[in-house]
């Protein structure tokens, strides 16, 4: 709290300035209302879809701006775009990168898609973080941390959708996904940050999934998020540059020695490691070669068409799972309940399946 | 396909048999009438409780079977019984022991509970087996396996309930558990072998998770399933006699050092590895000592008891969860359109998220 002699010293002190005069608008009001105007004009789903085919950025991004609306008709337009698309997506790989905050993320995608695109590729980066509602956009939230790559007319950048639930941010990005498929996208990267569920997500929509982590100091491998290690296909160590090289040579031979520890993969690879140093451009070259050697088997013995195939069908599965779910728990008798009922379950007053029998009834009744 | 001449061959062959007379009854048909009329007298739920809490094995038997019944009046009065028990259950330890089959299961809950009931412990020992409809017991299924144990008056053994879905199986144990625990049973073991999600289900029913491991040739740690170390309180290799205990000392180390690699565990426990020989009653004293530790640090940082808390939310979860999906699933119009769906999605003729709202619409109007 402020004192009032303290309040004083601060009205009359040289440091208090007079009230301003109002500043003049930035915008003329005309301009304003122009482009309000171009902005109402809804581009058809056939425009859209046109568009898309015909690699327009502009009809991309419009597309997916709808897929991200909570406005039932965007929605509507939106599925009506992406059932057109479909048939032209699909050729593409699509890689996961996931890393904790720090490994330098940012870096690494802004060097392996500038490497891509150098080979003629069109790269298309999405990312999948529940948290950036929260956050307002923890990764990937302002493009200027991949300056050379949103530069980069082959290159397409989008920033995390925001929703309330994981399902949903990964709804849009596994739609948007497609879309940029259709749009002529060869290389499809999708970013995520280790919160909650959202590798379990990435890894269900992508074809290789790439672990990026440093060396650190001491035992390399502890705080490794339960899991992440047995779902990677490849895993880099980034800045290995410097004083640094020894140390990343140590984690990638620890980490490889771990990878060991599991069991065989269903796709038949065995998980590689690697390092690199994104800021210098070393490695990066080396991260291809793997995925192209990932790719050659894994078309080869089949597991790359049943794996998507797979995978648009967990996603049925998992977005019908999710909506009974929340219709269930939303639901007012039970939203009334619930409570109650969990604390006479933690109590041991009533068995959790007796429970569960008689919130299913007053459900069903 | 046998051919005629083939046929001819067997019919005058000399292995060819003439039809014999009918076996006689076994049983006298007086006999059987008499066993069963006994059966049909149920005892009262009451009846059931009273005989439960004096520590009657057989009202605990029977109320069991009750639990297993598919028969809606069984079930119901199965749930009066659980209902009156619970607040006597919840006081003791529950272990839960897995490993693939022929790392010696049997032969160490044999010789663990002996070691138990030896210290005036009363031990149930029940199983979660799903496969077991399937295999007709393939674990617990002829308590011949434990030939002690089951003559011990202070050790209840019940082999794994049948069922269609794991959750039905894991519903029927987690009562029991609590039945068992009212009985005057403190040291419970649900034994489960590596079959798909049962040792999720196991861990989740458990305040102490022990894998059962023996030392093989080459790498010690291929072929564990998913997730199975990270679970595990304590890894205990058996069958450290003879010419393997120096196998089986290299394997505790190997799995101990796999163990470091994992994140720090929510009790604050740190998962211990220990040999021991079952057949031999070598090691198991210890087994006891490291639970007893875990007891003691988990109930003085109160983890045992929030633990017990949130399995009941779980179960009361899951139970939920695993309902309202069946009943979406077995509804006649999904039913009917479920598996075009499936293809059209795997097809990629429609997303699968605008798949899923269409039979979300079909199964809601």
């Not at 005309?30 to 015909?54: A, C, D, H, M, Y």
């Not at 200027?144 to 309330?164: C, F, H, Q, W």
């Amino acid at each position: 709290m402020i004192s009032v002699l303290e309040k004083d010293k601060i009205k009359y002190s040289a440091l208090q300035e007079k009230a301003g005069i109002p500043a003049p608008e930035i915008f003329s009001p005309s301009v304003v209302k122009t482009i309000q105007k171009f902005r109402r004009i809804q581009p058809s789903s056939e425009e859209l879809v046109n568009g898309i085919l015909s690699g327009s950025i502009t009809a991309l991004s419009r597309a997916i701006t709808l897929i991200e609306s909570t406005n039932p008709d965007h929605l509507a337009k939106a599925n009506e775009v992406i059932k057109a698309c479909l048939p032209h997506a699909n050729k593409s790989v699509r890689v996961g990168i996931t890393g904790v905050p720090g490994v330098g993320k940012s870096t690494f995608i802004e060097a392996f898609g500038k490497y891509l695109t150098g080979m003629g590729k069109k790269v298309a980066v999405l990312a999948v973080d529940p948290s950036s509602t929260i956050s307002h956009g923890s990764i990937l939230g302002d493009k200027t941390r991949m300056e050379e790559l949103v530069k980069d007319k082959n290159a397409y950048i989008r920033p995390s959708a925001s929703g309330e639930t994981l399902g949903g941010v990964a709804r849009k990005t596994r739609e948007s996904i497609s879309l940029c498929e259709a749009c002529g996208f060869d290389t499809i990267i999708i970013e995520t940050v280790g919160v909650g569920q959202s590798e379990t997500a990435v890894h269900s929509m992508v074809d290789f999934f790439l672990l990026l982590k440093i060396s650190g100091a001491g035992d390399e491998l502890q705080g490794i998020k339960r899991g992440i290690m047995e779902m990677a296909d490849a895993i880099v160590i980034n800045k290995a540059d410097g004083d640094n090289i020894r140390k990343a040579k140590l984690a990638k031979s620890e980490f490889n020695r771990a990878l060991h520890l599991f069991p065989a993969k269903k796709s038949g690879w065995t998980p590689t490691t690697s390092t690199c140093s994104a800021i210098n451009q070393d490695g990066i070259p080396e991260v291809w070669a793997t995925i192209e050697k990932f790719l050659e088997l894994t078309k080869t013995n089949d597991y790359f068409y049943t794996k998507r195939s797979e995978q648009n069908e967990y996603w049925l599965m998992e977005t019908i799972n999710e909506q009974i779910k929340l219709r269930f728990y939303n639901h007012p008798t039970i939203q009334s309940l619930l409570d109650s009922t969990k604390k006479a379950v933690q109590n041991d007053e009533i068995s959790p399946f007796a429970a569960a029998q008689l919130l299913l009834k007053e459900y069903f009744k």
